[in-house]
């Protein structure tokens, strides 16, 4: 089992930034890939971001050159990083972890509000 715990949202204007971070706990040694989701009423949720043990990298069309998503030296915290906010980044926000055996974990989500 895999616990995830997200905090950074809150209320921004546009153009500002946010960073959203991400604990992982549990059997972190299992964990393959974690990724930052996002969920608006109404529409399915989407994946942002996502960051592999290997660190590699990979990011939805709409945020890419604004969001950067990073892992610290243990690997257990994710971050994502973003800037110039705009209205349509309003969501929450969820990290999720997927582990070699595919089993898929997620977090409670944290809001976050973009204003114009």
């Known amino acids: 089992q895999v616990q995830l715990v997200e905090s950074g949202g809150g209320l921004v204007q546009v153009g500002e930034s946010l960073r959203l971070s991400c604990a992982a706990s549990?059997?972190?040694?299992?964990?393959?890939?974690m990724a930052w989701y996002r969920q608006t009423p109404g529409k399915e949720r989407e994946r942002v971001a996502v960051?592999?043990?290997?660190?590699?990298?990979h990011y939805n069309d709409s945020v890419k050159g604004r969001f950067t998503i990073t892992k610290d030296d243990s690997g257990n915290i994710v971050f994502l990083q973003m800037n110039n906010l705009i209205v349509e980044d309003t969501a929450v926000y969820y990290c999720?972890?997927?582990?070699?055996?595919?089993?898929?974990?997620w977090g409670q989500g944290t809001q976050v509000t973009v204003l114009s």
């Open positions: 549990g059997s972190t040694s299992d964990i393959w890939d």
């Open positions: 960051i592999s043990r290997r660190r590699r990298t």
């Open positions: 999720n972890a997927v582990t070699w055996a595919t089993a898929e974990f």
